[in-house]
Each structure stands twice: as structure tokens, then as C-alpha cells.
């Protein structure tokens, strides 16, 4: 009787521990589907993450940028751009110089010549139902680095007077050459198009930024007690928009030193390749 009961509760303890297998395999099978269905994204469904762009609107003006896009979610994207400028004037000089009331400075800019580069980090948000199209909304930051050679006309004992019929003895000058550095933050708003399989066209449409600028020009030459004081005159004159400077000039040379608030528009026009 004692066998019988002890073989009757063996049959019962497994085909209850059976059943506990069961319920567990069960149990288990429900959380692994559920955690595959929260951290599956679809961001880890898509193969070509990766847009790289050439800005045709900054060729232009004779700039080179090129930027970098990388999809992190299925709606945002993170971007570098890098842009360059070789040496050349003021762009648009003849559009600019309509917002300068002081004619002195008109006549000292066009003499201006300056290369730079920049780069802009940004984030952006795609308002649609994917990144990389549609309407966008971002915000970046940008350093900007300038390389500025500016010479400086200024009045000399003989400016003025004729030299030949028709013609009188130019101004002096002295060149005045450094560096600018700008660091500035902003916001964008634009639109992309998917035109085939892989190019896009990304239309950015206004991006303004503020920030800061600092940086120094400086001019090492023998001066004159009288040329001191022309060449004061001059920079005094100047009346150049949305930079703050200070300046110094010796009988060692000149030197303009700048520190203040700085800003500007961002825009572009670009073709890009999806990878």
C-alpha cells in the first residue's frame, strides 16, 4: 500500500512540475515578445542612415560647404557642416555699402579682402512622419574664423594735391591684417525633398544666430607724429555695423582690437546623397 502511495505521489509531483514548465516557458514568452516590441524601433529597421550635402547656393559667393547628416531617431537627425571661403572682398559690396551712412567708411571697406571658415554642429527635427523629409525645424552652433587684411587709407602731407591735369596724389595707407573669431548659436526652419531612391534636395530657409566676436588687426610700421594723427582720424571716422572695436596707434604702428556682439543669417540650397 505504502509503494502504491508513494508511486501516486511521484506521478502527481511530476506531472505538476510538467505543468509549472509550461506556465513558466509561457510566462517567459510573453515578456521577450513585449521587450522586442518596445526596443525594436523602427530607426533600427532602416539602412541608409547617412546624408552627405553640397551647398550650391554658398557657391554662389564663392564659399565650399559640405554637410554631414547621420538619422539617430526615426524623426531627428544630427548634423556637421563645414564650410570654406578663399580670399576675396566683401560680397554684394555694392548692396551692402547702401546700409553705411558714412561715406568715409564706404570708401575704406572696399578695400577690404578676407577668407575664413566656419564649422555648425545642429540638431534637427523633421515635422513629418520620417526624417530626411518634409519641413524641419533645428538648432546649431557655429565658430567662424576670419582672416582679415584691411588697409587703412589715411591722409598724408601731399593727399590732395594735383599731380597731373585731372589727377591728384592719392592717400596713404597702412595694412592693417589679423583675425576674427565669431561663436554664435541659432535656429533654423526648412523644408527637404526626396527627388530618387538616394538625392535630396534640401532647401534651409532662415536661420538667424547671435553670438559673440573677438579677434585683433594689427599694422607694424614707423609713423610719424603727424601720420599718428591722420591715421587716429581714420579709424575714428569708421562707422562699421554690428562690431564693437577699440584702437591704438604709435609710433610702432596701428592695431584695432575687437570684442562684442556679433550675428548673422544662415541659408542654403543644397543636393544631397542618402547612404
Same mark, same amino acid.
Given at each position: 500500500m505504502k509503494k502504491i502511495i508513494t508511486i501516486g505521489l511521484i506521478?502527481?509531483?511530476?506531472?505538476?512540475?510538467?505543468?509549472?514548465e509550461q506556465v513558466a516557458d509561457t510566462l517567459n514568452v510573453i515578456p521577450v515578445e513585449s521587450h522586442e516590441e518596445v526596443t525594436n524601433t523602427d530607426i533600427d529597421k532602416v539602412t541608409n542612415k547617412n546624408l552627405i550635402k553640397l551647398n550650391l547656393l554658398a557657391l554662389a559667393v564663392g564659399n565650399f560647404s559640405l554637410?554631414?547628416?547621420?538619422?539617430?531617431?526615426?524623426?531627428?537627425v544630427v548634423a556637421l557642416s563645414a564650410g570654406f571661403t578663399p580670399e576675396r572682398g566683401?560680397?554684394?559690396?555694392s548692396s551692402f555699402e547702401s546700409a553705411i551712412d558714412n561715406q568715409?567708411?564706404?570708401?575704406?571697406? #572696399? %578695400?577690404?579682402?578676407?577668407? +575664413?571658415?566656419?564649422? &555648425?554642429?545642429e540638431i534637427r527635427f523633421y515635422l513629418g512622419k520620417e526624417g530626411f523629409k518634409?519641413?524641419?525645424?533645428g538648432v546649431f552652433g557655429r565658430y567662424t574664423s576670419y582672416d582679415v587684411k584691411f588697409p587703412l587709407q589715411y591722409e598724408s602731407v601731399l593727399s590732395g594735391i594735383p599731380?597731373?591735369?585731372?589727377?591728384?596724389?592719392?592717400?596713404?595707407?597702412?595694412?592693417?591684417?589679423?583675425?576674427?573669431?565669431?561663436?554664435?548659436?541659432?535656429?533654423?526652419?526648412?523644408?527637404?525633398?526626396?527627388l530618387s531612391n538616394k538625392i535630396?534636395?534640401?532647401?534651409?530657409?532662415?536661420?538667424?544666430?547671435?553670438?559673440?566676436? #573677438? %579677434?585683433?588687426?594689427?599694422? +607694424?610700421?614707423?609713423? &610719424?607724429?603727424?601720420?599718428?594723427?591722420?591715421?587716429?582720424?581714420?579709424?575714428?571716422?569708421l562707422d562699421i555695423p554690428m562690431l564693437d572695436y577699440t584702437y591704438e596707434v604709435n609710433s610702432d604702428g596701428a592695431r584695432m582690437k575687437f570684442d562684442g556682439p556679433w550675428a548673422g543669417v544662415r541659408t542654403s540650397l543644397g543636393i544631397g546623397y542618402r547612404f
Open positions: 506521478t502527481i509531483s511530476q506531472l505538476c512540475f510538467s505543468q509549472v554637410q554631414y547628416e547621420r538619422l539617430i531617431t526615426k524623426k531627428t566683401i560680397p554684394f559690396y568715409d567708411t564706404k570708401d575704406q571697406l #572696399k %578695400g577690404i579682402k578676407y577668407s +575664413n571658415y566656419s564649422i &555648425t554642429p518634409g519641413f524641419y525645424i599731380n597731373i591735369p585731372g589727377q591728384y596724389i592719392p592717400k596713404e595707407s597702412i595694412g592693417l591684417d589679423g583675425n576674427i573669431r565669431a561663436f554664435s548659436g541659432g535656429i533654423t526652419l526648412g523644408a527637404q525633398w526626396k535630396y534636395l534640401d532647401w534651409l530657409i532662415i536661420g538667424p544666430h547671435f553670438g559673440s566676436s #573677438k %579677434g585683433d588687426l594689427k599694422a +607694424n610700421k614707423k609713423l &610719424t607724429v603727424i601720420e599718428q594723427q591722420e591715421i587716429n582720424d581714420a579709424i575714428s571716422d
